[in-house]
């Protein structure tokens, strides 16, 4: 697949720096754009129609796509939804361990998908459903949401990318993506670079093999290329971090919203 290199921005000191006083979400507005984005992309007119159905009048789905963080700061019940906690030095998910009562980002989007087309349930209900199932499938594909290395999904490491301070989690969630292209042009690529069988490959299986993937990608890229600091020191990541991690960060990103494109299809059969 052939992958742009990194375009770094004159602002990008400021753009990395930009992190978060509280413990970040997944993927930042733009990344959770990008995925509804692609989906669209892919929807067919039925799909299209049956979420036009469901929002209300006016609103469009991309600009709802992380309406699901913003009432997380006062639905705390929610916080549980938008990540499975799998330990960083294990093989991989374990559902009874994992997510139990499947009250976890991989059960609450097979929830949300049956709610919202539940003809029983109010509009307002089936409106809110579909907010959160979209937003979860982003956050399913940011792999700091599919691990657990007792750091907060990485809130509590400090690095220093490009002499810039931030967090693990708070690079892979927009601090990466502020040093790409721009949105429009970010999205172009991403789409281009989608060929159709991997949109087929990509679009089957289980949310608990999704889940496995980011996993892994937190194993090898995110955490496995991380070098060491002593004391509680920032890791040192340059340039090469980012050249690394790019290409995962953006296949995540492409799985992320032909997946989404294909529950909204299914459901609109």
Known sequence: MVRSFLMWRLGLAMAVAVGCAAPCFGWGEEGH??????????????????????????????ELASWADEVRRTRKDTEEWHYV???????????????????????????FRSKWLDPSLSLESRREALLFLVHFVGDLHQPLHCENNDDRGGNDVPVLFLRTRTN????????????????????????QAITAEEATAWAGGAVEQWADESFHAAQATVYGLLPSAPGGQAAQLGEWYGRMAQPVLEQQLEKAGVRLAAILNAGAQ
């Open 85 to 111: 906690d799998i330990p960083l030095m294990s093989a991989g998910l374990d559902m009874k361990r994992d997510c139990p009562k499947e009250n976890c980002v991989i059960g609450k989007i097979v929830d």
């Open 33 to 62: 754009r990008l995925v509804v984005a692609i989906a669209e992309g892919l929807m067919t007119p039925a799909a299209k129609a049956r979420v036009a159905a469901t929002l209300l009048p006016g609103e469009s789905l991309s």
């Open 168 to 191: 693990l989690h708070a690079l892979w969630d927009s601090g990466l993506l502020r040093t790409m292209e721009g949105e429009d042009h970010l999205l172009a690529t991403l789409r």
